[in-house]
């Protein structure tokens, strides 16, 4: 596609449930990223693919995050067992081959704004 | 403990004065720095960057200066637009370090309103 696509663009849910997020990132990209954003925090890193596989996952605040991408394009980012802290604005980006340089760039979605009751 | 620090919350300017936004970093493997621009609902957008092989990189109205010693940078818009107002994300990467190449620390942003 012409950009990265999030779905949904908003999501709302219950403490207790479980949320998948689903990340659309520009085609031919190999590297895909995770970042969420907190209510007056900046972007915390979660989770990085390059492919399938996530060789960095450090930023998975608990065990109830997980995340999977298949056939190196589309990701989801599953969260369970929500909890009012999980609520924030989940952002998904893409690069060509995950070296940032001055010759490759890290483009971002809009977004899925995640509210948990 | 935050690798990537933007310490004014907010900056206020004038239309066609200078934006003046500051960030530090305390990591000494960084590499690689950029500038993203978020407006509200939308995904944050690549502004400019620069490698630490550089000390400034100026592209149109944004002009990125890199201190390493001080292991401070900061971006300068000039002249301010009313356009330019959206929240300003500093980012870092250790492009040679480790395993995650690709990965960014952002700080937490400034909010820049340009006022007419």
């Known amino acids: 596609g012409a950009g990265v696509s999030q779905s949904p663009s908003n999501k709302v849910t219950e403490k207790g449930k479980d949320v998948e997020l689903r990340c659309d990132p520009i085609?031919?990209?190999?590297?895909l990223y995770w970042y969420r954003q907190s209510l007056g925090q900046g972007l915390e890193f979660l989770i990085y693919?390059?492919?399938?596989?996530?060789?960095?996952k450090s930023g998975l605040p608990s065990d109830r995050f997980s995340a999977e991408r298949t056939g190196g394009s589309v990701s989801t980012l599953t969260i369970q067992r929500t909890q009012q802290e999980d609520s924030a604005v989940y952002l998904c980006a893409s690069s060509l081959q995950g070296r940032l340089s001055t010759n490759e760039k890290l483009f971002f979605g809009s977004g899925t704004q995640l509210s948990v009751l | 403990d935050q690798q990537v620090k933007q310490n004014s919350p907010s900056l206020s300017v004038q239309e066609g004065r200078i934006s003046i936004l500051n960030c530090d970093y305390t990591n000494s493997m960084f590499d690689y720095f950029l500038w993203y621009k978020k407006y509200p609902a939308e995904g944050p957008t690549f502004l400019i960057s620069?490698?630490?092989?550089?000390d400034k990189n100026e592209d149109g109205r944004f002009t990125v200066f890199l201190n390493k010693s001080a292991k401070h940078l900061s971006l300068h818009i000039v002249p301010s637009q009313p356009g330019d107002s959206a929240v300003y994300f500093c980012?870092?990467?250790?492009?040679?370090?480790?395993?995650?190449?690709?990965?960014?620390?952002f700080g937490k942003g400034t909010k820049l309103s340009v006022k007419p």
């Open positions: 980012a870092a990467s250790a492009t040679n370090y480790g395993g995650s190449q690709g990965n960014l620390i």
């Open positions: 085609s031919g990209h190999t590297a």
């Open positions: 620069i490698s630490s092989i550089k």
């Open positions: 693919f390059q492919g399938n596989s996530a060789p960095d």
